[in-house]
């Protein structure tokens, strides 16, 4: 059972255009995560958020917690080249040690 | 600290053979992480210590798989008669407390022939 949804699988777009993807589920978490990863590389986090309705900002990475914490969205403004790879959501449950991965979307900028 | 270090980085082995992959967390991190990923999804959950205490196994885990923490450091994570089913990523993550800001190293590419 995938606890964790991420959508759009796939997602291709020029350089400077914005862009959202979704990393939803029908649980609570204590805690949601994103983590880019590059082919090869083990995945880097990006940022937590914790508290429902968290808005956090990481240069032109916007991320919002839903307010039931059960979804979040990661927003990229004007992405570039460099922003191309994996981009993976994880969970933290209520009750659990560890983290629970989504499978990620996987964004290619062209330029 | 140069980070999560993990050894080899790619492995071919015959189907049947025996295979150990080493994992070096950062040095401060009570917690140590073992998840496999295959092209096109997401890192799973295979097994985590706590200092030298393993506190939960998946059940995907299958008896040919077993990983140890002596001493709280380093972690082994040994599959014994490889499958193809077992080509995959393996990748060690540590953390420092209930946190969970995983440090991921770069992953040990298994390919069972």
């Known amino acids: 059972t995938q606890l964790l949804e991420q959508s759009p699988q796939f997602l291709s777009i020029q350089e400077g255009e914005n862009l959202t993807v979704y990393c939803n589920s029908s649980s609570v978490f204590s805690s949601l995560q994103w983590y880019r990863q590059e082919p090869g590389e083990g995945p880097v986090l990006l940022v937590t958020v914790v508290t429902g309705g968290e808005v956090k900002k990481l240069k032109r990475l916007t991320f919002q917690f839903g307010d039931a914490r059960k979804d979040s969205s990661l927003h990229i403004t004007a992405a570039q080249p460099g922003d191309t790879g994996l981009y993976l959501c994880?969970?933290?449950?209520?009750?659990?040690?560890?983290?629970?991965f989504g499978d990620g979307t996987t964004l290619t900028v062209k330029p | 600290d140069t980070g999560v270090s993990q050894d080899p980085r790619h492995k071919i082995t015959k189907r049947g053979q025996n295979v150990t992959f080493r994992c070096d967390p950062i040095s401060e991190h009570n917690r140590l992480y073992w998840y496999r990923q295959t092209l096109g999804q997401g890192p799973e959950f295979l097994t985590y210590f706590q200092n030298e205490a393993q506190l939960e196994k998946s059940r995907l885990l299958s008896d040919r798989f077993s990983a140890e923490r002596p001493k709280g450091s380093f972690s082994t994570l040994e599959i014994q008669r490889t499958e193809q089913g077992d080509s995959a990523m393996y990748l060690c993550a540590s953390s420092l407390g209930p946190e969970l800001k995983l440090f991921f190293g770069s992953g040990t590419q298994l390919s069972v022939l």
């Open positions: 994880a969970a933290l449950g209520l009750n659990a040690g560890k983290s629970t």
